[in-house]
């Protein structure tokens, strides 16, 4: 993740020098348009952020030496509606399908042996998305310009797969959550559309875990928080 992380960074850097020496304008009249719709393409990658509960403390969990979350890869989808405000901010709202798995190795160590072993419990799961962000442009200069971005996203699960065909779920999570994002991109200017790359983290403000249906599985467990890191493509139209 790292690697694409450095990846996405130097590409934006190089798609910035390269329109900085470009000599043609494309789409001049871009912002005198106070509204732009577009989709966006995006892939992720999600984790826990886990705190465990005093209960992870009493004798019963002895064996369990502690609990990982691995970061998972998965895919967004969606569209944009972009509403210019006031120079140089914007408000943009998003409608996107988030295809995500989420992973929790439970590492047991043997007291009398020392052996370690792992349960891993891995999760897919579906969310609606709809993030609401403010973006603060830089001044265009000739096809290009970097922006940051901010805002919160809410979202629904809607596609977890029920318990007879993807087994017990032994977190009991709550199926809504909202996050603060923030970000940064660079919009590039071609002839017909505006193309944007852009990379946005976003950390989950609500603990997920119910704590009602308590199993040995999620009783150690006190809080469990989303973090995602997200890699977009945006493609928006050009005045008419």
């Known amino acids: ?11 934006i850097s190089l ?8 000599t043609r304008i494309n789409l001049g009249g871009y912002d005198d348009v106070n509204t732009h719709f577009g989709f966006l393409l995006g892939a992720h990658s999600t984790y826990y952020r886990i705190y465990y509960s005093q209960e992870f403390l009493k004798p019963n969990f002895n064996n369990l030496h502690s609990v990982h979350s691995k970061s998972m890869p998965g895919f967004k989808l969606g569209f944009v509606s972009d509403f210019s405000l006031i120079y140089p901010f914007d408000l943009r709202t998003l409608l996107q399908v988030s295809f995500s798995e989420f992973r929790l190795d439970y590492y047991n160590v043997d007291e009398f ?41 809410p ?23 909202i996050s603060l994002e923030v970000g940064f991109g660079s919009d590039l200017f071609f002839q017909l559309f505006k193309f944007s790359p852009e990379i946005r983290y976003s950390r989950g403000l609500r603990n997920i875990l119910k704590g009602i249906n308590v199993n040995q599985y999620n009783l150690p467990l006190d809080r469990i928080i989303v973090h995602n890191i997200s890699f977009f493509f945006t493609f ?4 008419k």
Do not use: C, W
């Not at 993740?1 to 590409?11: A, G, N």
């Not at 910035?16 to 470009?22: A, G």
């Open 1 to 11: 993740m790292r690697k694409i992380f450095v990846f996405i960074v130097l590409l």
């Open 15 to 22: 798609n910035t020098s390269l329109y900085s020496q470009s």
């Open 113 to 153: 042996t020392g052996v370690t072993t792992t349960f891993s419990n891995v999760r897919p799961a579906v969310f609606l998305e709809s993030p609401i962000l403010f973006k603060y442009k830089s001044k265009r200069r000739k096809n290009h310009r970097m922006f940051l971005i901010a805002g919160i996203k």
């Open 155 to 177: 979202s629904l699960e809607i596609g977890a797969k029920n318990k007879d065909e993807a087994g017990e779920d032994i977190l009991d999570l709550k199926a809504f959550d």
């Open 236 to 239: 928006e139209g050009g005045p």
